[in-house]
């Protein structure tokens, strides 16, 4: 038998190729993302509740503050300066901004936020039980002062008993969930009662006048201890029969009610520069004229202050 030959066989053994850097771009890339988002953590951090502010508005609407914006850098303290004087490249016209913008701005963003409040009160409505089955006596709107919620008397179903100020127990169930939404807004409040035409005859000397008044601080009461701070109250005031809501029939049971209004800051700056004290009264009655001052200082250095008085003879009237 003929011997075979012995056939060797070599394998070449092939090392992996070169990978190339492409992991290195991608670890560079997250690199940049992480240090961006701790970036904007430090940012968030740091700034105040107006910056963020700020920055919520811009992402909310752009073009506004697109067209309202400043090209300047917020100062974050550490940052650089923020210089007041114009750049010869930037003329001084371009970023200012005329005060009626200002107002309109502000008055556009704040009738969003009364927009958007009134939506949450209705879904609250919605969703909760016991707003759910006194739907019927609220009334929610927005007026020229605010965001407006009237709580109103249906037939069989007053607020408050006839002639009296305290509350109905699910009048006081209405204006305690009600306050958790008042309750987490920085707006301020302002709580009015009205009466229908019917004259109160209960007490001499109370009249309608008197009742809507103590039934507005009732509501008033209410709705602190529902969760309202009390700093947030800015005006509580009764106003009678003299603001009908049904102008055809005064003694509908619609008239008799509280209205809520969540103020706009137009309206709790009028109340506050009407209520506010100027530097000097327009009339002063307490101080006395030149001629009363000159007669009491001649008084005074006569010495006539010092005399006694005579006493009034009997029957006789002094003032």
Known sequence: MEEQPIIIKRKKVVAAGHHGGSWKVAFADFATAMMAFFLVLWLTATASPEQKLAVEGYFRDPVGFTEGGSPNPVDLEGSASVINEASPDIESSQIQIEDQVVDELSETLEQRRMEELFQELKERIEQNETLQEFKDQLLIDITDEGLR???????????????????????????????????????????????????FSGRPGYTNWELSADRANTARRALVAGGVRGE??????????????????????VNRRISIIVLNKKTVDNIQSSAGRTDEPLIDLTRPSEAEQEAARERLESGEWRKEKEQPAPGELNW
Request: proline share 5%.
């Open 149 to 199: 919620i009237q709580i109103v008397d249906r037939s069989g179903r007053p607020m408050f008993d006839s002639g009296r100020a305290e509350l109905k127990y699910y009048s006081q169930d209405i204006l305690f969930e009600l306050a958790k939404t008042l309750g987490s807004v920085d707006n301020k409040l302002s709580i009015t009662g009205h009466t229908d035409s019917a004259p």
């Open 232 to 253: 947030q109250i800015a005006r509580v005031v009764g106003l009678s029969d003299s603001v009908l809501f049904d102008q055809e029939d005064p003694t509908a049971p």
